[in-house]
């Protein structure tokens, strides 16, 4: 009886060992990128994902998009949130960074996301990002 049990014991260990050595599938290869926490960078910018939207950050500014990023068929997507300029140097209490209203456009095609950001001050926007899933940014910051 002994054996039995052991055996068995064995069988369900060997199978749950194969099954955590199997390379996990990544649910967010299609158009959508707010399924799962995911990490996206490029030049000049680092953003991190959420299902509720994600955070920001560029070399002299950051930002939040405040709703999920959810592409169309075409892998297009347009979304709100803000976009907070930065400058070097200390800053003063009585002239704190402003979130400024953004719309974030972009593409997706794979692993490949094009962005822009359209702020109401046309001559404020930067130009357009072009980030890959899993990479981090490479940013070098206003301080």
Known sequence: MKLHWIGTLSVVLAGALMLASEPA??????QDASTTPDVWGGHHASMKVTS??????????HGNILEPIKANAK???TVRGTY??????PISRDNPPRDLPATYKGSIDGDTMRLEI???EKDQAPEPFTLTRGKVGRLVKCR
């Open 52 to 61: 509720q939207g994600a955070t920001l950050e560029f070399d002299c500014a």
């Open 118 to 120: 359209m702020l109401a």
């Open 84 to 89: 907070t300029p930065e400058r070097g140097g």
């Open 25 to 30: 599938t990544n649910p967010q290869r299609g």
């Open 75 to 77: 892998g297009e997507f």
